[in-house]
């Protein structure tokens, strides 16, 4: 149990792809022999990609700079 702590610690970021090589390679040995934590991390994937995917659908348009004449009343 005390991998799987540490595990959770780093799982985050190896979702976003964020460890150093060494630490990537740990948490994926760990990921071979755990099922538990091999379901954390589809769950943590499974969310980032609905995420992505949702912000994916957002437009956001560049703010416009207010005109004089737009200040006019």
Request: charged letters at 30%; one cysteine or more.
């Amino acid at each position: 149990m005390q991998a799987c702590e540490r595990l959770k610690e780093n799982l985050t970021l190896y979702v976003y792809g964020e460890l150093d090589p060494v630490t990537e390679r740990e948490v994926e040995n760990h990921l071979e022999n755990c099922e538990g934590c091999r379901h954390e991390h589809e769950r943590l994937s499974t969310i980032l990609t609905r995420v992505r995917e949702a912000l994916s659908l957002i437009h956001i348009s560049e703010p416009t700079r207010p005109t004089a004449t737009s200040r006019m009343p």
